[in-house]
């Protein structure tokens, strides 16, 4: 203010409905051809300002879309191919891309407000530098000023304005959109369920302080993998691995392993490891390009190639049928898996099992359905929870050990006195009392003795099915035979121990699908819906037959 004049702003001068409409008015006594421009020009002027009026709805929505978009594209190349539809529900699949795109839009549009108000205070400033510091500029006399009260009231609206004005909207929405990013964060930080890493801490100790004698129970355990091109997966596999031999202590563990027609790395991986292995005084056999087990040329499913595993399987156990000395085999594929579920499955029941089993799940859902059979005989679903009888059902629900009558699913444990002779086993662990129902007449060991008891029953190993058997993997036969022959009747699935042979369906299930928004989802609002009707049946399910071993898949 100045001599009595206040400065006022042009900025604030609108034109009026009366300058618009002598526009119009003007327009019309135009050529037609001026007319048809003019009113192209005035529908994108139009369309412009609408566009500018509702920026602040469609900028942010277009960006939303834009981030969506990204993640599904994301998801698409990596996992649309080739996928079992059924497994992966729409819903679900649109939930975890929401967790991903909320945050990131929060976050976008947080920034978004900050360099919007930072343009705000700044960009005027600017022009007026470049101006000289000069503003167009009316002088008003100071008589036509309102009184001192309507002064006051000015400057009460003024603070009105800046409390609950733009700038109070702006804050708003910057603590709106920074709490999505936060949320995100937390989404972050929170993606494993806490059951899911409660050994951690146990193999973290034995990794700071290692000891020969381990912190598990005392137990010996022989750890046998077959492996052939296995180059994507076993630097991780070897490293933890490494944790779980800690953990269960040098003096504690042997390794077995045997590779054979690898054509990548893998042998010579094998034989760093086994330079390892010696270095941390752990006992062990690496047979890496071992020939002595001739591959058939066409390795589809059928009885030479089960022949072939089950051999290969047996020669990674012959150590430990040789010398004894072990009270439990722990025998991996070649799989994703954490040390701290290897340590899961061990404790599975606090230890009160004859054989127990992780979850390998991949594109199917559950994997290993050829093999699986729920506590009944009966074939299962590759769908959560897997099991359409009710124990098996509850179990999964309640991430416990569900009960089966067989399994393998890409990592197990079982007690080592039935594959060893009867002079290595130890007294006591196996039944000495007669079977309570005989061997069926499919069996390989038909007839046999009625007196007989499973601590006196010659050592079982893998196999292939017999002519009168359903055709099975060697990996069914083997829990087949431990029911039939020694009466092992323990047999437990454990859906904690999650395990995948490809990295990204790993990832997956493993820190995806067990994060606590999406199992929410998937307990509370899919409750398997639809699993009933992929019940996993290789070949035609009208010739599905019953056996001794339970439901048999038809495949021919």
Same mark, same amino acid.
């Given at each position: 203010?100045?001599?009595?004049?206040?400065?006022?702003?042009?900025?604030?001068?609108?034109?009026?409905?009366?300058?618009?409409?002598?526009?119009?008015?003007?327009?019309?006594?135009?050529?037609?051809?001026?007319?048809?421009?003019?009113?192209?020009?005035?529908?994108?002027?139009?369309?412009?300002?609408?566009?500018?009026?509702?920026?602040?709805?469609?900028?942010?929505?277009?960006?939303?879309?834009?981030?969506?978009?990204?993640?599904?594209?994301?998801?698409?190349?990596?996992?649309?191919?080739?996928? &079992?539809?059924?497994? *992966?529900?729409?819903?679900?699949?649109?939930?975890?891309?929401?967790?991903?795109?909320?945050?990131?839009?929060?976050?976008?549009?947080?920034?978004?407000?900050?360099?919007?108000?930072?343009?705000?205070?700044?960009?005027?400033?600017?022009?007026? %530098?470049?101006?000289?510091?000069?503003?167009?500029?009316?002088?008003?006399?100071?008589?036509?000023?309102? $009184?001192?009260?309507?002064?006051?009231?000015?400057?009460?609206?003024?603070?009105?304005?800046?409390?609950?004005?733009?700038?109070?909207? %702006?804050?708003?929405?910057? #603590?709106?959109?920074?709490?999505?990013?936060?949320?995100?964060?937390?989404?972050?930080?929170?993606?494993?369920?806490?059951?899911?890493?409660?050994?951690?801490?146990?193999?973290?100790?034995?990794?700071?302080?290692?000891?020969?004698?381990?912190?598990?129970?005392?137990?010996?355990?022989?750890?046998?993998?077959?492996?052939?091109?296995?180059?994507?997966?076993?630097?991780?596999?070897?490293?933890?691995?490494?944790?779980?031999?800690?953990?269960?202590?040098?003096?504690?563990?042997?390794?077995?392993?045997? !590779?054979?027609?690898?054509?990548?790395?893998?042998?010579?991986?094998?034989?760093?490891?086994?330079?390892?292995?010696?270095?941390?005084?752990?006992?062990?056999?690496?047979?890496?390009?071992?020939?002595?087990?001739?591959?058939?040329?066409?390795?589809?499913?059928?009885?030479?190639?089960?022949?072939?595993?089950?051999?290969?399987?047996?020669?990674?156990?012959?150590?430990?049928?040789?010398?004894?000395?072990?009270?439990?085999?722990?025998?991996?594929?070649?799989?994703?898996?954490?040390?701290?579920?290897?340590?899961?499955?061990?404790?599975?029941?606090?230890?009160?099992?004859?054989?127990? #089993?992780?979850?390998?799940?991949?594109?199917?859902?559950?994997?290993?359905?050829?093999?699986?059979?729920?506590?009944?005989?009966?074939?299962?679903?590759?769908?959560?929870?897997?099991?359409?009888?009710?124990?098996?059902?509850?179990?999964?629900?309640? !991430?416990?050990?569900?009960?089966?009558?067989?399994?393998?699913?890409?990592?197990?444990?079982?007690?080592?006195?039935?594959?060893?002779?009867?002079?290595?086993?130890?007294?006591?662990?196996?039944?000495?009392?007669?079977?309570?129902?005989?061997?069926?007449?499919?069996?390989?060991?038909?007839?046999?003795?009625?007196?007989?008891?499973?601590?006196?029953?010659?050592?079982?190993?893998?196999?292939?099915?017999? !002519?009168?058997?359903? &055709?099975?993997?060697?990996?069914?036969?083997?829990?087949?035979?431990?029911?039939?022959?020694?009466?092992?009747?323990?047999?437990?699935? $454990?859906?904690?121990?999650?395990?995948?042979?490809?990295?990204?369906?790993?990832?997956?299930?493993?820190?995806?699908?067990?994060?606590?928004?999406?199992?929410?989802?998937?307990?509370?609002?899919?409750?398997?819906?639809?699993?009933?009707?992929?019940?996993?049946?290789?070949?035609?399910?009208?010739?599905? *037959?019953?056996?001794?071993?339970?439901? #048999?898949?038809?495949?021919?």
């Amino acid at each position: 203010m100045q001599n009595g004049w206040r400065q006022m702003n042009y900025a604030s001068v609108r034109p009026s409905a009366d300058q618009y409409l002598g526009w119009l008015v003007s327009v019309s006594k135009r050529p037609p051809f001026n007319r048809i421009l003019a009113a192209i020009v005035w529908l994108l002027a139009f369309a412009f300002s609408f566009l500018w009026r509702t920026a602040f709805i469609t900028l942010p929505a277009l960006l939303f879309w834009n981030i969506y978009k990204k993640f599904a594209a994301d998801w698409t190349r990596d996992y649309a191919d080739g996928i &079992f539809e059924p497994a *992966w529900p729409v819903a679900r699949t649109r939930l975890v891309i929401l967790m991903a795109t909320i945050p990131t839009w929060g976050l976008c549009m947080a920034a978004g407000v900050v360099l919007w108000a930072f343009g705000d205070f700044l960009l005027p400033r600017i022009a007026r %530098r470049r101006r000289g510091g000069a503003d167009y500029e009316m002088s008003i006399p100071m008589d036509d000023l309102p $009184n001192a009260s309507t002064q006051r009231g000015h400057r009460s609206h003024s603070l009105r304005q800046i409390l609950f004005g733009r700038y109070y909207l %702006r804050t708003v929405a910057f #603590c709106i959109f920074a709490s999505m990013a936060l949320f995100g964060l937390y989404l972050y930080k929170t993606y494993e369920l806490p059951g899911d890493y409660r050994y951690r801490p146990d193999i973290e100790t034995a990794l700071r302080v290692p000891k020969p004698s381990g912190y598990h129970d005392g137990s010996k355990v022989f750890i046998a993998v077959i492996l052939n091109n296995s180059m994507g997966v076993l630097p991780r596999w070897i490293r933890e691995f490494n944790k779980v031999i800690q953990y269960l202590g040098t003096d504690n563990v042997f390794i077995s392993v045997v !590779e054979s027609n690898s054509g990548d790395g893998t042998p010579e991986m094998l034989d760093e490891w086994k330079i390892t292995l010696d270095k941390m005084g752990v006992k062990n056999l690496i047979r890496t390009r071992d020939s002595t087990i001739v591959r058939p040329d066409d390795m589809s499913t059928a009885t030479p190639r089960i022949r072939f595993l089950s051999d290969t399987r047996n020669l990674a156990l012959a150590p430990l049928v040789e010398q004894g000395g072990y009270d439990t085999v722990l025998f991996s594929n070649d799989i994703f898996i954490e040390a701290e579920s290897v340590v899961e499955l061990l404790k599975t029941k606090e230890g009160e099992w004859d054989m127990v #089993c992780g979850l390998d799940l991949g594109r199917w859902g559950m994997y290993d359905a050829w093999v699986l059979r729920d506590r009944l005989g009966r074939l299962v679903s590759s769908l959560w929870p897997y099991f359409l009888e009710d124990a098996g059902m509850d179990a999964v629900m309640e !991430e416990e050990p569900a009960p089966v009558f067989t399994c393998w699913n890409g990592i197990v444990a079982f007690r080592a006195d039935p594959i060893l002779p009867v002079s290595l086993r130890t007294p006591g662990r196996l039944s000495t009392s007669p079977l309570s129902r005989p061997l069926p007449e499919t069996h390989p060991t038909y007839p046999q003795n009625a007196s007989l008891t499973p601590a006196q029953t010659p050592p079982i190993k893998f196999r292939v099915s017999e !002519e009168k058997e359903c &055709f099975s993997s060697e990996s069914f036969l083997f829990p087949y035979d431990l029911r039939r022959q020694f009466d092992m009747q323990r047999i437990y699935v $454990n859906p904690r121990v999650i395990n995948s042979y490809e990295w990204k369906h790993y990832w997956w299930y493993k820190y995806v699908t067990r994060h606590w928004m999406v199992d929410w989802w998937i307990k509370n609002w899919e409750r398997g819906s639809g699993m009933q009707f992929a019940k996993m049946v290789v070949g035609d399910r009208k010739k599905v *037959w019953n056996w001794d071993g339970g439901e #048999c898949h038809p495949w021919w």
